[in-house]
């Protein structure tokens, strides 16, 4: 029976309020001066007096100016502007403790907007930055109109599907007296092409483990959990994906489930013939860190067909490099074995934000892992810069309840999806496997500039 993904969103309040963007600072003999002036000009008529100027009510409050409410402001700088012998609008130091030099407080900000309301954040008063940069920033989408025929269908008449396939894909089919013979398909979907990662092992609390899985289950995709977490209080289910070290085999025995995926941290051989043997109609993948072409090669030499590989919550790799150069690496490195639509690439590490999603899929992943915009869905405070996946950078807000927690990761997946359609949308492409690699429909800030500047005396690529 054909079923139309939709996930129910739902209001999902913060429970610790964000510091406000601005502090207003007003001088207040300024603006006892000032008061005292129009008392005079206005012949004391209140009317004129209090309507001063802020339409968000910063200066509305019981004893107007002398005590502005600063969560108010949204920075249009009238104030200022109008009056600025005693107004002063400045950013709030307190903002930098949101995040970190790579989520920064934006991307907190946007973040927590998706979490609490499933809604795609706007910004009316356009979009204010630059226009290219380091990592995602210098990889832009091809959204010109020749390419987008399908901009009316993203939510009515015309379905974009962002199902991808997780597993095995041989590169043909064989049969002998009309039955298939050889190596078969063996694969799964999925309905988004985003999928949980495990979090820091200082954050596997059961309440947490509880949150994600049940996330997992209502969003209809996997989570990544070590096979440690997995108490016997959690729920077990297949959209749990169990990840394991060589020294961990003997837990599997305690499974108690068969899982979709189970992910291997560590490559061994004799550890993955084990692991196939165990759980045979599993599709096993390997985890890896990046940089990892010449590893990869070699694994898919050895039959895995399935990879996650991670840059680090910054998004590089060990060697330096951002990840959109090593998916791409990665990616290319299959390709020209003729072997990658054979095999899954799932990529995580850096991706912060509704955008990244289809950018890591242009770069080469079929589908993305999330780590620290889960986190900052739910509010977890950093302590100090948060790049390696084993530091213990993160604190969860003590009023947390599984519930809250599901609302709050239902309502991101929900927000990335549709952003994730307005972009597909845009660039003219009805189903997400297809975007995979597409790099045509790609443009990369490097490139262009090589191409435009190469040729003028002085430039440096
Ligand atoms: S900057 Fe704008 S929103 Fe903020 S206090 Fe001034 S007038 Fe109000």
Not at 90 to 101: E, F, H, I, K, Q
Not at 198 to 216: E, G, Q, R, Y
Not at 240 to 249: D, E, F, G, N, Y
């Amino acid at each position: 029976m054909y079923r139309r993904y939709h996930l129910p969103t739902d209001s999902a309040p913060d429970v610790t309020s964000l510091p406000s963007p601005f502090r207003v600072k007003v001088s207040k003999p300024g603006l006892a001066g000032f008061l005292l002036k129009e008392l005079i000009q206005y012949r004391g008529s209140r009317t004129i007096i209090l309507n001063r100027p802020c339409m968000y009510g910063v200066f509305s409050g019981p004893v107007g100016g002398f005590a502005p409410r600063d969560h108010l402001c949204v920075g249009c700088l009238r104030c200022t502007t109008q009056y600025p012998e005693f107004v002063r609008i400045l950013p709030n130091p307190a903002r930098v403790s949101l995040g970190d030099s790579y989520f920064t407080p934006d991307r907190v900000d946007a973040v927590c907007y998706e979490a609490r309301s499933g809604k795609i954040p706007v910004k009316g008063a356009g979009y204010r930055g630059p226009f290219g940069g380091d990592g995602w920033d210098g990889l832009w989408t091809d959204m010109s109109e020749i390419v987008r025929p399908t901009r009316d269908g993203i939510h009515g008449r015309e379905f974009i599907s962002t199902v991808i396939d997780i597993g095995a894909k041989p590169s043909r089919l064989t049969f002998a007296n009309g039955q298939p013979k050889g190596e078969a398909p063996q694969v799964f979907s999925i309905p988004i092409p985003v999928f949980f990662d495990a979090p820091p092992a200082s954050l596997l609390t059961d309440t947490f483990v509880k949150t994600l899985t049940a996330a997992a289950e209502a969003t209809e995709t996997l989570v990544v959990l070590p096979v440690e977490s997995l108490s016997k209080t959690v729920p077990r289910g297949r959209h749990i994906v169990p990840s394991i070290t060589r020294a961990q085999l003997g837990a599997l025995e305690q499974l108690g489930f068969e899982p979709a995926m189970l992910e291997l941290d560590g490559w061994d051989q004799q550890f993955f013939a084990q692991v196939q043997v165990q759980f045979p109609r599993s599709v096993i993948c390997l985890r890896m860190e990046l940089p990892a072409t010449d590893a990869l090669l070699r694994a898919v030499a050895s039959g895995v067909r399935v990879f996650h590989l991670l840059a680090n919550y910054h998004g590089r790799g060990s060697d330096g490099r951002f990840a959109t150069d090593l998916f791409r690496e990665a990616h290319q490195a299959l390709v020209a074995e003729r072997c990658r639509d054979e095999v899954t690439i799932l990529g995580g590490g850096g991706i912060i934000a509704a955008e990244h999603v289809p950018k890591a899929i242009i770069c080469g992943c079929d589908g993305v892992s999330l780590d620290t915009p889960l986190l900052v869905a739910l509010q977890a405070q950093f302590a100090g810069e948060a790049r390696s996946r084993n530091a213990s950078s993160f604190e969860l807000p003590s009023r947390f309840t599984v519930d809250w927690g599901v609302m709050r990761i239902t309502n991101l997946v929900a927000s990335w999806r549709d952003q994730l359609l307005e972009v597909m949308g845009a660039m003219g492409l009805r189903e997400v496997r297809r975007m995979r690699g597409e790099m045509g429909r790609a443009m990369f800030q490097t490139d262009l500039e090589k191409e435009a500047f190469s040729d003028i005396a002085g430039y440096v690529s």
